[in-house]
């Protein structure tokens, strides 16, 4: 009662051609089956992972033009402001400051 029909198919996986009990059989053993599964999930995850690192970058950089735009409307900013308008640490500010006698004020205290 069994398929006498030989159906050649050439394995997903592996590239090899081997002889197919039915129809659908896609690999040619267990083992690629296997290593093919584990290859999709794998790659699902990467995908996963790099889909949402790209959001998350797109999400920062939306923040921050929205932060820019706030600072320049203003008349006054802090140093941190300005760092972060700079690109640069409040450090650098400081250093910059001192070196090319950038004007500044001191408000509060």
């Known amino acids: 009662m069994g398929n006498k029909v030989r159906i050649e198919r050439i394995c997903e996986f592996c590239g090899k051609t081997f002889i197919a009990k039915t129809c659908k059989t896609r690999f040619c053993c267990k083992a690629c089956n296997d290593k093919y ?5 794998r790659s699902d ?19 921050a033009v929205d932060e820019l735009e706030v600072i320049q409307a203003r008349e006054f900013i802090s140093l941190k402001q300005l760092a972060i308008y700079l ?5 650098s500010i400081y250093t910059y400051m001192r070196i090319y006698e950038i004007p500044f004020s001191q408000i509060g205290k």
């Open 37 to 41: 599964y584990k290859e999709l999930i």
């Open 45 to 63: 995850r990467y995908n996963a992972v790099t889909k949402e690192v790209k959001e998350e970058k797109k999400k920062r950089i939306r923040l």
């Open 87 to 91: 690109g640069v640490s409040r450090k």
